[in-house]
């Protein structure tokens, strides 16, 4: 029998333990793991087997695994768990390794695994925001906080939409849509097993899978429920069905709102009539959908947040990219409403500074998405396609 | 200052203390809870090393007990305060009535004339037994023990002219002058109602360890066969799951030792009483200190016992009272879902004195094993300091009695 010698990577252990696995050494194989979670199929059930292959720091194997994305993480493993390796914890930092590592520049996949990477990471947009606004205080005669003719706050002064978010934003969205997509197919790639795979029955195209996956799956998140039905672990669950799904709608919502304004704008320039004005009145339909999408934001975004606050260590903790997506999110809506506020209160030099920050932290959102774990929303959607097509989950 | 040695709790280790220290010329006080000696070891339908009834052992130490006169004992007693310090202790027993005179009738006929029934904790659930009764055959002290709350009006009508009983008999406090105390608390199955996943004791045909040993006990509540609760009929099937509670930070967080080597002992049991039965052992990883290993081999070369590595993590209720288990076969990578004729929870020894306190201070360890007390003259023997077989207590009872006697010595 041919021997294989085993080279464990430590290194890539090491990773994986800050990337939010830090319990995973004291996994002793029992395969409890495998069996606490329903979701997990019959034939190579997950995790126990990618909780072995981290433990020897196999890269190779744990990126091409299907299985950490059909993981949902409701933590019934962990609970379940006799020596508190947290699989769960171990599945999501799996995931944050694939967000660090499947995109160049590598640099901003660091930078997005650790608080240390933070102020490189706002850096960025600070300049080039800070940037802008030099430019346009020159175009306003040297001043900083200018005010309109009429004495009010007008921040589009000095952020001025047509010249300066508008072409920033998009290049960055479409810049960051590009990598992401490009992310999506080598991620295809990476879970694709090597020479040709038989399939058995009708090989339908991906996008007949995807149309499936919306309809069966994500729609209702189908599969945040069906984590319930694992054995019993005597630990209540908190709900995150409802609140997951709050925050996946206010995003399709507010990303319907955001396209039917900026395309209204820009499409109205050639084609008057479906020209979009803002300020939209408050009973405008498009502006009712703004503002609830954005109350289901923060339900959602607060229902999130207490529950990882909640967590017991024993079982569960958050990662730094879980941290920074929440954390990311609050800044925009805060400083979104802050500036707003400041604006009707007339202070003029907070209201343009947080309005300043609120555009560096939504340029942090759109630019970093293919190395955040907002990215799964691509990837995993991706993943997810594969499992199907391929007869898995 | 005394020289006496006071033992709290009479099963193996215990009395080994008391016998070693007593043969060594000490004034030796046991304290038992229940009713008689004998502990959990008198439980057992054989124990380790040599597979041998438990009378047979137990049945030396009662010999050694009774010739000894140096040893006094209290059953259905309770070590209730403790003042003093090393050498010198005043312990208070409290001494429950037992309301049977004090030789040895014979209640037989009377009690099976009763009509009020108690569960039997001796049986572990699985048999009532009359309010007046013995545990077991070979029981020391021999006496028949009367529970009044579980007799009826009738029951109590019965009994009141009976010259042998005595319904007003009150309970007893006793002080005992000792020098030295060993701590021989034992052990008690771990609560299954605790492991949720695995049925929390609510699933039919799914019974612990320790109840196959009462069932595989000659003069236990089936007459020594082991069957299914439910409808007394031999299983085709049956499977043990390791590990159950044990090794677990949700419940017991250490290797209970001795439920792997339990578990060899009852396939050897299932396979002696039924040639074609199919048993299954999910396991983590088995564990057989020393010689043990050779019980190992024995079980693993009977053609229908089969161990499968994956610890079961979901056991339900499934037709025909039968039960459902999940588990991962780790060394194929199949999830499996298995249904048996019955199942059999290898649960762990969690320490007495985790859920029972003493009434003097003692350090534990997070477990509930005893961790000190050594320097106030206080020795832990057998499971109450670690999880341990029945040699390996006896031998910690005598390390525990040397200790003692020489505190009370003063060396």
């Not at chain 2, 059953?75 to 403790?82: F, R």
Request: aromatic share 12%; charged share 20%; hydrophobic share 45%.
């Amino acid at each position: 029998m041919a021997q294989t010698k085993l080279q464990p990577d430590m290194e890539f252990v090491r990773e994986l333990q800050a990337a939010g696995g830090d319990s995973l050494k004291k996994c002793f194989q029992c395969a409890t793991c495998s069996v606490a979670c329903p979701m997990s199929p019959a034939n190579n059930p997950y995790p126990r087997k990618e909780m072995v292959w981290a433990s020897w720091g196999l890269k190779d194997k744990l990126e091409k695994d299907i299985d950490i994305w059909l993981c949902h993480n409701c933590g019934n493993c962990a609970d379940l768990c006799p020596r508190g390796a947290r699989p769960a914890d171990m599945m999501a930092a799996a995931r944050n390794m694939v967000y660090k590592d499947l995109m160049k520049p590598s640099i901003i996949g660091k930078w997005m695994s650790s608080a240390k990477g933070l102020p490189f990471l706002f850096a960025i947009p600070a300049v080039l925001w800070l940037f802008v606004w030099w430019i346009m205080s020159l175009v306003n005669g040297g001043q900083w906080f200018p005010r309109a003719e009429d004495g009010r706050i007008v921040f589009g002064q000095i952020f001025y939409g047509d010249y300066t978010i508008d072409p920033i934003f998009m290049i960055t969205f479409f810049g960051a849509l590009f990598i992401i997509l490009k992310g999506a197919m080598k991620l295809w790639q990476q879970l694709k097993p090597e020479g040709t795979l038989l399939l058995i029955g009708k090989d339908q195209p991906w996008y007949y899978h995807l149309y499936d996956l919306v309809l069966d799956e994500i729609l209702l998140h189908k599969k945040f429920a069906d984590c319930k039905s694992g054995p019993a672990t005597g630990v209540k669950t908190p709900q995150r069905q409802l609140s997951h799904m709050l925050l996946f709608y206010s995003f399709c919502i507010l990303a319907f709102v955001t396209a039917v304004v900026a395309g209204g704008h820009w499409l109205g320039k050639i084609w008057p009539a479906i020209a979009v004005h803002t300020p939209l009145p408050f009973f405008n339909p498009i502006k009712l959908a703004a503002n609830l999408g954005a109350v289901m934001l923060l339900v959602g975004l607060g229902m999130l947040t207490v529950r990882r606050i909640r967590l017991n260590p024993k079982y569960q903790s958050s990662s730094f990219q879980d941290w920074y997506l929440l954390g990311l999110i609050w800044c925009i809506g805060l400083t979104g409403v802050l500036a707003q506020s400041f604006r009707l209160m007339d202070f003029a030099p907070p209201a343009f500074f947080i309005y300043y920050l609120h555009l560096v932290f939504v340029w942090m959102l759109f630019a970093y998405l293919p190395w955040s774990k907002l990215g799964h929303l691509v990837y995993r959607t991706t993943a997810l396609i594969f499992a199907r097509k391929y007869g898995r989950g | 200052m005394s020289n006496s040695i006071l033992v709290v709790g009479g099963g193996f280790s215990g009395l080994t203390a008391a016998i070693e220290a007593a043969e060594l010329g000490h004034d030796v006080y046991i304290v038992e809870k229940t009713p008689y000696l004998g502990g959990r070891v008198a439980q057992l339908s054989k124990y380790f090393p040599k597979l041998c009834p438990p009378s047979c052992g137990l049945e030396i130490q009662f010999q050694r007990i009774r010739k000894n006169p140096r040893i006094k004992f209290f059953t259905q007693a309770q070590l209730v305060a403790l003042t003093g310090k090393k050498g010198n202790y005043t312990a208070t027993v409290s001494v429950a009535p037992r309301y049977v005179a004090a030789h040895n009738v014979d209640f037989t006929l009377l009690a099976s004339s009763l009509e009020g029934e108690k569960n039997n904790d001796f049986e572990l659930g699985l048999a009532k037994e009359k309010p007046l009764y013995k545990s077991m055959p070979f029981a020391f002290p021999g006496r028949f023990v009367l529970a009044p709350e579980a007799l009826s009006a009738a029951d109590k009508a019965k009994l009141a002219g009976n010259k042998f009983i005595n319904l007003a008999e009150e309970a007893k406090t006793v002080e005992l002058n000792i020098g030295a105390i060993v701590v021989a608390t034992g052990w008690q199955p771990y609560d299954v109602t605790k492991l949720t996943n695995l049925g929390a004791g609510s699933v039919k045909n799914c019974v612990s360890n320790m109840q196959v040993e009462r069932m595989a006990s000659p003069f236990g509540p089936t007459g020594g066969a082991i069957v299914r609760p439910t409808d007394k009929r031999t299983p085709a099937n049956i499977a043990f799951v390791q590990c159950a509670g044990s090794r677990d930070q949700n419940h017991l967080d250490y290797c209970s030792y001795i439920c792997c080597m339990a578990t060899l002992k009852q396939c050897l049991y299932l396979a002696e009483q039924n040639s074609d039965i199919q048993i299954t052992v999910y396991y983590i990883d088995l564990r057989t200190p020393g010689r043990y290993v050779k019980v190992l081999d024995k079980v693993k070369a009977l053609p229908n016992v089969h161990f499968v590595k994956g610890k079961v993590a979901n056991a339900v209720q499934a037709e025909g009272d039968t039960v459902s288990l999940q588990v991962e076969d780790a060394v194929r990578g199949e999830k499996l879902t298995v249904t048996y004729d019955m199942v059999v929870l290898a649960t762990g020894m969690q320490p007495s004195l985790a859920t029972e306190k003493l009434p003097f201070a003692l350090p534990l360890d997070e477990d509930g094993f005893v961790a000190g007390g050594e320097e106030a003259g206080i020795f832990a023997a057998g499971c109450a300091r670690m999880p341990l077989d029945v040699m390996r207590s006896a031998q910690s009872g005598t390390a525990a009695a040397l200790k003692a006697v020489q505190t009370v010595k003063g060396r």
